[in-house]
C-alpha cells in the first residue's frame, strides 16, 4: 500500500518541547510504525514546493494522513481540490487531532468542524463504541491516556457513518473521537489523539487504530460512477404508443 503522511512540520520547528518529543517530526513518528507493515510510506510538509502533494504524489497515493494546527490558512486551496478530487475517487484520508480545522475535512464535512479545547495535562480514556468494527482489531475496551489535550462537544461535524470512539475527559467532557464518513468512493476516518506535546503516537494502541484505519480507508474495487447524459440500456417505448395493443 502507498501511503503518503502529510504534517504541517510547524511546531516541530519552532517549539523545542514538541522537538523533544518528536525529534523526527509527528510525520516521521508515524511513518516509522507504518513502516513496519511493509507499506510504501512517503512524507510531505507544508514548506515544499506544492505542499509535497503533487498529483503526480497523489495519484500514487492510496492512503494519506493529515496532521495540522497552527498553519491551516497556509495551505493553497487550488491542493485542498486536488486532494478532494482524490478522495471522492476513491482515495482514503485519515484526519488526526487539530486536522479537523484543516481546509480539507472542513471542505469534505461541509460544516464549520468548531469545537472546546483545553490543555490541563488531563487523563483520556478513549472508549470503543463499534467494537465490531474494522478499526477496533485489536485493542481492548478502551484506550488509557494519561495526558492529553481536551477536545469537548458540541463538535461541528455531520452525522457520521459509524461512531467508532468517544473519548471522557478527567474535567469531565466527552467527545466523539474517531468517526467515520463516505465521501464519494472514498472513506474519512477522523481521529482525535495525537497532541503535539505529548508522545500519544508512540502509544501500541493508538499505532493500531492507525494501522488498521488505513486498511479499512485504502481504495476498493468498487464500481466507477458514470454522470452526464446517458444512453438508454433497453429500448424506449414510444409515448404515443403507451397503452395502446
Given amino acids: ?30 511513518a516509522e510504525f507504518l ?67 484543516s481546509k480539507i475535512f472542513r471542505t469534505l464535512m461541509g460544516t464549520g468542524c468548531d469545537l472546546k479545547w483545553r490543555e490541563a495535562d488531563e487523563r483520556e480514556r478513549l472508549w470503543v463504541v463499534e467494537p465490531g468494527h474494522p478499526i477496533t482489531e485489536g485493542i481492548g475496551e478502551y484506550i488509557e491516556m494519561p495526558k492529553e489535550e481536551m477536545y469537548g462537544e458540541h463538535f461541528d461535524i455531520p452525522a457520521p457513518d459509524e461512531l467508532v470512539f468517544i473519548s471522557w475527559f478527567e474535567g469531565g467532557e466527552v467527545f466523539r473521537s474517531g468517526a467515520t464518513f463516505t465521501r464519494g468512493r472514498g472513506k474519512v476516518f477522523y481521529f482525535r489523539p495525537g497532541h503535539e506535546t505529548y508522545p500519544t503516537y508512540y502509544n501500541k494502541d493508538i499505532q493500531t487504530v492507525i494501522k488498521n484505519a488505513v486498511r479499512w480507508s485504502a481504495p476498493k ?5 458514470v454522470y452526464g447524459n446517458a444512453r438508454p440500456l433497453e429500448a424506449i417505448s414510444s409515448k404515443d404508443t403507451e397503452g395502446k395493443n
Fill in 35 to 101: 513502516e513496519e507493515e511493509a507499506n510504501v510510506v512517503r512524507t510531505a510538509t507544508l514548506d515544499e514546493p506544492e505542499h509535497g502533494l503533487t498529483e503526480e504524489v497523489l495519484n500514487d497515493t492510496d492512503v494519506l494522513l493529515w496532521w495540522g494546527h497552527i498553519a491551516h490558512d497556509e495551505v493553497e486551496d487550488a491542493i485542498v481540490t486536488r486532494i478532494q478530487d482524490r478522495v471522492l475517487d476513491g482515495m482514503g484520508l485519515i484526519v488526526l487531532h487539530s486536522g479537523h480545522l
Fill in 1 to 30: 500500500m502507498n501511503i503518503t503522511i502529510w504534517n504541517e512540520n510547524r511546531h516541530e520547528n519552532k517549539n523545542p518541547e514538541v522537538a523533544k518529543v518528536y525529534p523526527k517530526g509527528i510525520h516521521g513518528a508515524l
Fill in 221 to 225: 474495487n468498487t464500481p466507477v460512477p
